[in-house]
């Protein structure tokens, strides 16, 4: 809560933060916190954006609506497929094979579009 206060002090003020294996501490049953709920609920509209990292696809259920992109540098397990289908609208299978063969590759999902694409290695082209 004290990063709405920084920003409540310095209105020009812009926050990301990065919240890494956040599935430690967000659970996909268990309620979030007050502060994880504030922060992905109003953060966006206070110039404050919350990147989560997770090395699960099962995430919160009340915090899903607001996921914008999902970023994949390894597929979920294919027993994950169907969540990833459901809750997102993603469906990881035709990246799977891809995915594995290129090493720093990376597919990019976007919630909102529901459009996928495979990413080559930072670098290359």
């Known amino acids: 809560n004290s990063i709405f206060d920084m920003r409540d002090n310095n209105p020009d003020l812009k926050i990301t933060l990065i919240i890494d294996d956040a599935q430690v501490f967000i659970s996909s049953r268990k309620q ?3 502060a994880v709920r504030r922060l992905s609920l109003l953060g966006r509209s206070r110039s404050i954006n919350g990147i989560f990292v997770s090395h699960l696809i099962v995430f919160s259920k009340s915090l899903e609506a607001q996921v914008e992109q ?3 540098f390894s597929m979920p397990n294919p027993i994950h497929y169907k969540d990833a289908i459901l809750r997102y609208g993603f469906n990881p299978e035709p990246f799977a094979k891809a995915l594995s063969e ?10 909102r579009t529901s459009k996928a694409v495979l990413m080559s290695p930072i670098g290359e082209e």
Do not use: A
């Not at 290129?102 to 919630?111: G, I, N």
């Open 32 to 34: 979030s916190s007050e």
């Open 70 to 72: 999902l970023i994949f």
């Open 102 to 111: 290129r090493e720093y590759s990376f597919v990019q999902f976007d919630v």
